[in-house]
């Protein structure tokens, strides 16, 4: 058995392998090992009396889905190793062989998967020889692949960090870079001589997509896409040892045809998960999602990972929204239907792949059953909405005038199975009565089987006059007929005596014998016929696999649509208008997540505008009075307007975003060795390079990370880069706590100052939340540090410095402005384009300039820092 063991295990040294020993799938050696850890189960031994032991732990066959689907869960690979044959009939080792690998990208089943999230298996290959590479993605659960090709390798990562893949197959020795580490994904090496050949890759494809060349599938110049397209295909192959005709067509990504938000921008909008990485309240698919179905859930997350950057496809759901929107009676009868509908493209897949339980079949009926009702509602709304509402929903109408109820699978469902089947296939109990002849007679044996027996007995009683006769049963004989020797006479010719007793005979017939035979079989008989009839009905309903895809994606878009135009009622926002422009005007806007954590009543909206005169928003204001916030909704409220969504705000007018870049919040990332403040310059590096015309750049606190000079110079000559990008400028909002900055208004042309509004009362700040035109008077930071915690006699000390510092200012306008001044003269050249100084002394020759590029700023302590500034500001006055 061990010698059997360790051949099958040599080819899959990597994945636990779950071996069938009778009732038990057992693990041995390093899996036991493994498995006895991961699953809390007990670890034991084979041969606990030997030197050598054999670790080993098993599971129950039939509960061992629930144990492979934990192991999955924490990136295992699991091999199943079952009996191809029954041990009864065994000459000896009875046979094994490996009947399928279990693997995270792989899974299909409900409890391994989050119904409203895709589970990815993706495939990445990049090609230094031809500076060109391919990403594929497929959710093998539902038959869905996509991919992209690119000339850069880092958009490749991106993209895969964006997808968020279980199972990331690379070519062997291939790593992800360490910028990447935050893929949560476990790592398969593929072979590229084989999973990444081109010329397999390609007759992979065509055979999987059923084609005659790669132009049909628009791969025909997309060598490496082609290749990780293929790399997929083969480790299907490898792992699920058998067809996989589910496969939906594969198509490209189009990305001129969606907004890009990169996975930067995803985290820094907590679109998906908090900045902790956690999931649920907090995000904005929370707050968006209002779905009921698994499928209309899937399609929110894809439509906010691709919003759509074209005026048609935004309008054409956004009226569809807007035919929910406008009848909360419609909609709230369409929820409480589409509550019974499950998922019909994860079931279906299960279907074709034969993995189908007894279970999936009655959600399939129940979920069809659904689908007339919620036809006949659009329909009724459709006939009663006059011509001009009637045009608010194209994408509907389109949708009825294709829909398919398939009353025949439905019917076929219906008339075939019990309400409630057990569930596996191979032990019976699974049909109606009435469905076949053959096995209404068998169902009527197995479970009436005592009752015909008593009627044959009630039967001969009366044709021979035998009212003592009874019917008996033992293991020798089966059943039989016993009667007093008093009856003997009377006992027809056809009774056959079998044995006698002191007192009585027994007896035997042969319709008793036929009855007999019928019942023991029965039972074996029932289990098999049901087993066949269930295999037919599967290819049958398999058959449909495109039909049940339509209808899936059909209720995914009303469900889609129906839940946009729920969350919009219940959080009150309304519908914007879209258009080809640049202009952003959003009137009393709100960020829709802050509002949902913190409560309507106590949020304070703003309003915005960018245009031709204001394409630039420089915001300034202290911690925590709202500024990330308002950067925050704008750009979240941009995302929604595309995907068809209404937007918190009392009116919105939103021109045209084609990719939204967020620099928002600090943080190091220790695992690969940068600091905050490289995070931060990464990421603007990125926006620098890669904005457009139409995108939205939403920046907070750029520069903070360094010294206060270098920070204010970085950040000065990235508003500069960004007003001069585009003909014309980069749509921004800049968030700064450099109120040098605001000097540029007027200087920048399109920059305008803005700022959050703070009050002071009796020695406290009151926050106002008010988006307000014009720069913030001061920073307030000691006030902030008060209402943060700060020790009263640190906060009293750091009032007397800035009262130190504030009359030693020859500027009677305060601090801010005396720093901003002072700022402007050191550094004329460099940052204010075409100004000079006084004395028309070249910069790098400047006193102040020379001994600034000498000074060590990080020996310098702050009492140090401040009386060398103070020395420059009376020399610079001097003079």
């Known amino acids: 058995m061990f010698e059997q063991y360790f051949q099958i295990k040599e080819d899959y040294p990597d994945s636990l392998l779950f071996f069938r020993m009778g009732d038990f799938y057992e693990l041995f050696y390093e899996d036991a090992e493994v498995a006895a850890r991961e699953l809390q189960i007990a670890l034991t031994c084979r041969n606990p009396n030997s030197d050598v032991k054999t670790p080993m732990c098993g599971v129950p066959h039939h509960a061992a889905k629930s144990y492979i689907s934990q192991l999955i869960d924490k990136g295992y690979t699991v091999t199943l190793c079952d009996q191809v044959e029954d041990p009864k009939q065994a000459k000896g080792l009875v046979k094994r062989a490996v009947t399928r690998v279990f693997t995270p990208g792989t899974v299909v089943d409900d409890d391994t998967l989050a119904a409203k999230s895709n589970n990815f298996l993706a495939a990445l290959i990049w090609d230094e020889a031809k500076s060109a590479g391919g990403l594929s993605w497929m959710d093998f659960s539902t038959g869905q692949w996509s991919g992209i090709q690119s000339k850069n390798e880092t958009d490749l990562w991106q993209w895969a960090l964006k997808i968020n893949p279980r199972e990331l197959i690379l070519p062997q020795g291939k790593a992800v870079p360490a910028q990447y580490s935050e893929i949560d994904a476990r790592i398969t090496p593929a072979p590229s001589a084989g999973y990444f050949n081109f010329k397999s890759a390609c007759d992979n494809l065509l055979e999987a997509q059923n084609v005659a060349d790669l132009e049909s599938l628009d791969l025909e110049d997309k060598v490496q896409l082609t290749q990780a397209c293929g790399a997929m295909l083969s480790y299907l192959r490898q792992t699920q040892l058998q067809e996989f005709n589910h496969l939906g067509e594969f198509k490209p990504l189009n990305l001129s045809k969606f907004m890009i938000l990169d996975e930067v921008t995803e985290r820094n909008l907590e679109l998906f998960k908090r900045l902790d990485g956690k999931k649920g309240k907090g995000t904005l698919l929370a707050v968006l999602d209002k779905t009921i179905t698994p499928m209309g859930g899937r399609l929110l997350a894809l439509r906010l990972k691709q919003p759509w950057r074209d005026l048609s496809p935004i309008e054409y759901n956004q009226r569809a929204v807007t035919f929910f929107y406008d009848d909360d009676s419609l909609r709230s009868r369409v929820r409480d239907l589409l509550d019974t509908v499950y998922d019909l493209e994860r079931l279906s897949t299960r279907v074709v792949l034969g993995r189908a339980t007894p279970k999936d079949f009655i959600s399939l009926r129940e979920s069809l059953k659904t689908l007339p009702p919620v036809q006949e509602i659009l329909l009724t709304a459709a006939r009663r909405t006059d011509e001009e509402s009637l045009a608010i929903a194209p994408a509907l109408r389109t949708i009825i005038s294709k829909w398919d109820n398939m009353e025949d699978v439905g019917e076929l469902l219906e008339k075939a199975l019990v309400d409630n089947p057990p569930p596996v296939i191979t032990e019976g109990g699974l049909f109606k009565v009435g469905y076949h002849p053959e096995l209404d007679e068998f169902i009527e044996l197995t479970e009436h089987g005592e009752s015909t027996l008593a009627d044959l007995l009630q039967q001969e009683k009366e044709n021979n006059d035998l009212p003592k006769l009874k019917l008996g049963f033992n293991k020798v004989f089966g059943y039989y007929f016993e009667i007093s020797k008093a009856y003997k006479g009377q006992v027809p010719d056809y009774f056959e005596r079998r044995q006698t007793l002191v007192n009585s005979e027994r007896y035997v017939t042969p319709q008793l014998k036929e009855l007999e035979e019928k019942l023991i079989s029965a039972s074996d008989k029932r289990k098999t016929l049901e087993y066949n009839l269930f295999q037919k009905i599967r290819e049958e309903v398999a058959k449909n696999r495109s039909r049940f895809m339509f209808m899936a994606d059909a209720v995914a878009a009303i469900d889609f649509w129906q839940g946009l135009a729920e969350a919009a009622r219940v959080n009150r926002w309304v519908c914007p208008e879209i258009h080809a422009g640049m202009e952003v005007i959003i009137e009393e806007g709100r960020h829709p997540v802050v509002e949902a954590v913190q409560g309507s009543a106590n949020y304070i909206p703003n309003s915005l505008t960018i245009d031709e005169k204001r394409r630039i928003l420089l915001i300034t204001g202290p911690n925590m009075a709202g500024k990330s916030t308002v950067l925050r909704q704008i750009a979240i409220m941009g995302i929604m307007a595309q995907i068809g969504s209404y937007i918190p705000a009392y009116k919105g007018r939103i021109g045209l975003i084609d990719r939204v870049f967020s620099r928002v919040g600090a943080s190091d990332n220790l695992a690969q060795g940068q600091s905050t403040f490289m995070v931060e310059m990464m990421e603007t590096a990125r926006i620098l390079r890669q904005a457009s015309k139409r995108s939205l750049v939403i920046l907070d606190e750029i520069g903070r990370g360094t010294s206060t000079f270098d920070g204010l110079a970085l950040a000065w000559a990235v508003v500069e880069e960004l007003s001069r990008r585009a003909r014309g400028g980069i749509r921004t909002l800049f968030a ?144």
């Open 736 to 879: 700064t706590h450099y109120h040098e900055l605001t000097s540029l208004e007027g200087v920048i042309d399109g920059l305008r100052n803005f700022n959050i509004a703070v009050r002071e009362w009796k020695g406290d700040i009151l926050f106002l939340r008010r988006l307000v035109p014009g720069p913030a008077d001061k920073s307030y930071g000691i006030e902030v540090a008060k209402l943060a915690g700060v020790p009263k006699p640190v906060v009293v000390r750091a009032r007397e410095i800035l009262a130190n510092l504030e009359e030693k200012s020859d500027d009677s306008s305060g601090y801010a402005s005396s720093r901003r001044d002072s700022v402007q003269s050191i550094l004329p050249g460099m940052l204010c384009t075409g100004t000079e100084n006084k004395e028309n002394i070249p910069p790098e020759d400047h006193a102040v300039i020379k001994e600034l590029r000498d000074l060590d700023v990080n020996g310098l302590s702050p009492i140090e820092a401040l009386t060398l500034l103070n020395q420059w500001k009376k020399s610079l006055g001097d003079n």
